[in-house]
T-cell receptor
Framework: DQQVKQNSPSLSVQEGRISILNCDYT??????FLWYKKYPAEGPTFLIS?????DKNEDGRFTVFLNKSAKHLSLHIVPSQPGDSAVYFC??????????FGSGTRLQVQP | KAGVTQTPRYLIKTRGQQVTLSCSPI?????VSWYQQTPGQGLQFLFE???????NKGNFPGRFSGRQFSNSRSEMNVSTLELGDSALYLC???????????????FGPGTRLTVT
């Protein structure tokens, strides 16, 4: 049972445009959410997080939106840059339980 | 400071063999988690250790085991390897006792295991 789903395995965007990566979850007990970015041959790196008490968190070009009623979160990258091309994982957690990760979305930013 | 290191980076084994992977966390980090990454499945949590104690365990068969040493270094072992065990095994360390509260995890580059 996949509690965290990233239904788009890949996304292609033009440089300078907005990239929107989506993530859905089923467990209403999740109380924090994170996004990680992964380049080939490297481990995932933490990008941005959001607590369930918020609906938006912004860090530079990256903004995460959380819609608790829809059990949906999204990562917006504006403007997208070629260096943003990577696999993006969303993850969710609750209490002291381990993180649950989605299957990832491969973002390709075209110059 | 140095990041999370994992050894070896690449490994080829045959079915039925066993394998041990090693992870050295960031200095000062006492929590180590292990994940299996396969195409289309994302990162599947294996287990988490803090101060030599297993704190959390994922839904993997008993062939997968791990341990943590007093210096926080961790090893995971897979016995009786199966073809389906071919994956990238990632280790992550954090300051937090677990990933509670969104504590950031710092990942190593992973060990690519191929089972033939």
């Amino acid at each position: 049972d996949q509690q965290v789903k990233q239904n788009s395995p890949s996304l292609s965007v033009q440089e300078g445009r907005i990239s929107i990566l989506n993530c859905d979850y089923t467990n209403s007990m999740f109380d924090y959410f994170l996004w990680y970015k992964k380049y080939p041959a490297e481990g995932p790196t933490f990008l941005i997080s959001i607590s369930s008490i918020k609906d938006k968190n912004e860090d530079g070009r990256f903004t995460v939106f959380l819609n608790k009623s829809a059990k949906h979160l999204s990562l917006h990258i504006v403007p997208s840059q070629p260096g943003d091309s990577a696999v993006y994982f969303c993850a969710a957690g609750t209490g002291r339980r381990a993180l649950t990760f989605g299957s990832g979305t491969r973002l390709q930013v075209q110059p | 400071k140095a990041g999370v290191t994992q050894t070896p980076r690449y490994l080829i084994k045959t079915r039925g063999q066993q394998v041990t992977l090693s992870c050295s966390p960031i200095s000062g980090h006492r929590s180590v988690s292990w994940y299996q990454q396969t195409p289309g499945q994302g990162l599947q949590f294996l287990f988490e250790y803090f101060s030599e104690t297993q704190r959390n365990k994922g839904n993997f068969p008993g062939r997968f085991s791990g341990r943590q040493f007093s210096n926080s270094r961790s090893e995971m072992n897979v016995s009786t390897l199966e073809l389906g065990d071919s994956a990238l095994y990632l280790c992550a360390s954090s300051l937090a006792i677990s990933t509670a509260g969104g504590g950031e995890q710092y990942f190593g580059p992973g060990t690519r295991l191929t089972v033939t």
